[in-house]
Nanobody, 128 residues
C-alpha cells in the first residue's frame, strides 16, 4: 500500500522558514515524479514544486521561485520542501504527491503530470 506522509507544517511569522518532509513507502522509489501542491481556503489546488528523483531535476511555480527549494534523500525515500521568506499568501494546506517509476522524465513534465498518489496534507500558516 502506497503511503505518503507529510510533516513539518506549522505557524510562522512572515519572513520565517519551514521545512516540509514527505516520507514515501509501499512503492518503488526510483526515477519517480514527486511534487508539492498547496490549497488555500476557498481556492483551487496549485502546484508548488516538482522533482524527478531519477536526476534530481526540479521545477518551481513562479510564485515560490527563489524562496522554496525541493530536494530529495533517496536513502530515506523522502522529499523535502524548504520554504524561506514565507509570506501570508503562502498559507495553505500543503500536499505531497508521487507517481510510479517512469524513465527519462523532466521536472517540467513532473510539474504538470496527474499524480497517482497523495498524502494527507500538512497545514502551513503564515501571519503578517
Amino acid at each position: 500500500q502506497v503511503q505518503l506522509v507529510e510533516s513539518g507544517g506549522g505557524s510562522v511569522q512572515a519572513g520565517g522558514s519551514l521545512r516540509l518532509s514527505c516520507a514515501a513507502s509501499g512503492y518503488t522509489y526510483s526515477s519517480n515524479c514527486m511534487g508539492w501542491f498547496r490549497q488555500a481556503a476557498g481556492k483551487e489546488r496549485e502546484g508548488v514544486a516538482a522533482i524527478y528523483t531519477g536526476t534530481g531535476s526540479t521545477y518551481y511555480a513562479d510564485s515560490v521561485k527563489g524562496r522554496f527549494t525541493i530536494s530529495q534523500d533517496n536513502a530515506k525515500n523522502t522529499v523535502y520542501l524548504q520554504m524561506n521568506s514565507l509570506k501570508p499568501e503562502d498559507t495553505a494546506m500543503y500536499y505531497c504527491a508521487a507517481d510510479p517509476p517512469s524513465p527519462h522524465r523532466s521536472a517540467g513534465y513532473c510539474y504538470t503530470t496527474q499524480f497517482n498518489y497523495w498524502g494527507q496534507g500538512t497545514q502551513v500558516t503564515v501571519s503578517s
